[in-house]
């Protein structure tokens, strides 16, 4: 019987239709991925008919820097609502109402002295350096119709069009159901091609049976040794790292009852760290920061402020302003009425840094006596959107600080003496906390 080699061997043929199927379907989910041109903005709708001559790109300025603080557009706060004000009252009154609202109250206008008893007899600040320009601009400003909120995306999901999902998993369908027919096609050819073989006398060669490769390497003893050792090596190095690692709790980045931004109050706005966590000047700890701080700003600030495309925002407006009602409700504060309702709700902050009970650290000691910034050891946190824990605090990552940071000794003639005495000692023109005793083991535990 005539013995020919298998040149039908089904396995290179499924793995030829394969390769075809794959690079066919990357080539159509290519062209599909090209996203469809977005349709047209809407149009900005018209100023108010009041709004008279003025700009309200000038009006929003000088709004921001002088109304804010006490006006909003929509709510009240310590003084009225400004949207449309200019079609409640005359125009020439206006003018004079925001020039010297006192002398008009003292006067006896009876729409100032309403208007003063309305909100709570607070005093308005008089502008006389406003012109009457000046003023259209900011009526030109509050006219304008509010702004309908599109709605945002939510924070790190993606939004795909339907139609391309629907395209994309028909293309899938068909393709799997082709790959299926071949497999079927190709399984039928490779049983007549045997039969066709046989009816002939001809003998399909069989492979002959040859050692595995897993047989092959237990026979030789010295790879099964070397591999033990490096086994065990690897076990031992990765299981030192993991005991390292515990109790470093290094990117801890925990959800908060309350959302606050660091990127947004100490990075874009520029608030000082130590505003908000003042006892780091004076204390061991840095201190959870008064309800009360918050509200020095927020007791006029019941929305979010910036706008929808301004870079440093990752959530919507709609979702800042609902943590800022969170902030109202612990603290038991009306916006409507502007008061205090006496009703309060403690927050349960999530501890983020958390030293061991055995490791003394003094936040004063290194704020306001070594002039150490708030960033050295907490990271960039005016980028942070959600507060995390920057740094390892491990013991090595403190006594490596100490060995590279200099003694500021500018102003002090006590570590002056001991820096010249220590200078000479150790042959140094200046001194690292390491040199003054920086890495004693008193230093840190008790």
């Not at 004076?282 to 959870?288: F, Q, Y």
Request: a neutral charge; glycine letters at 6%; charged letters at 20%.
């Amino acid at each position: 019987m005539k013995k020919v080699g298998n040149h039908t061997s089904i396995s290179r043929i499924i793995m030829f239709c394969l390769a075809f199927s794959l690079s066919f379907s990357l080539s159509v989910f290519a062209q599909d991925a090209a996203p469809a041109d977005a349709a047209a903005a809407p149009a900005a709708d018209a100023a108010g008919a009041d709004a008279g001559a003025g700009d309200p790109a000038k009006g929003k300025e000088l709004f921001n820097t002088l109304c804010a603080a006490c006006h909003k557009l929509d709510a009240k706060a310590t003084g009225p609502a400004l949207r449309n004000v200019a079609e409640k009252h005359d125009r020439e009154w206006l003018y004079s109402w925001i020039k010297n609202s006192s002398a008009m109250i003292k006067a006896g206008d009876p729409v100032a002295v309403k208007l003063f008893n309305e909100n709570n007899q607070a005093v308005m600040t008089p502008f006389p350096q406003l012109s009457n320009q000046d003023i259209d601009n900011i009526l030109a400003y509050t006219s304008q119709p509010a702004e309908v909120a599109a709605p945002a995306p939510t924070p790190g999901g993606s939004q795909v069009a339907a139609d391309n999902g629907i395209n994309n998993v028909l293309i899938l369908g068909a393709l799997v159901l082709v790959l299926v027919v071949l497999i079927v096609m190709l399984a039928l050819v490779n049983k007549t091609l045997k039969r066709v073989a046989a009816a002939n006398g001809i003998e399909v060669e069989k492979p002959e049976p040859s050692v595995s490769l897993w047989q092959a390497y237990a026979k030789n003893q010295f790879l099964v040794l070397v591999t033990a050792i490096l086994l065990l090596l690897s076990a031992s190095y990765f299981l030192y790292g993991y005991l390292m690692q515990i109790g470093v709790d290094q990117g801890y980045e925990p959800i908060q009852p309350i959302h606050f931004s660091h990127k947004i109050h100490a990075g874009d706005n520029g608030i000082d760290c130590k505003y908000c966590h003042s006892s780091a000047r004076v204390s061991k700890h840095s201190g959870i920061p008064s309800l009360n701080v918050c509200m020095n700003c927020h007791k006029n600030i019941a929305e979010f402020q910036g706008d929808k495309d301004s870079t440093y925002v990752e959530y919507s407006k709609e979702f800042y302003t609902a943590e800022i009602q969170k902030l109202y409700d612990a603290v038991g504060w009306d916006k409507s009425t502007q008061t205090y309702t006496g009703k309060q709700k403690p927050v349960k902050w999530v501890r983020i840094h958390n030293l061991p009970d055995f490791v003394y650290f003094n936040h004063a000691q290194h704020v306001s006596v070594a002039g150490v910034e708030c960033q050295t050891c907490h990271g960039p946190v005016e980028t942070f959107e959600i507060m995390k824990q920057h740094s390892s605090l491990t013991m090595g990552w403190c006594i490596n600080c100490h060995r590279e940071t200099d003694v500021k000794i500018e102003g002090n003639a006590y570590y002056e003496k001991i820096h010249d005495e220590l200078a000479k000692k150790y042959g140094v023109t200046k001194l690292t906390a390491a040199n003054m005793g920086g890495t004693e083991c008193g230093k840190c535990h008790y």
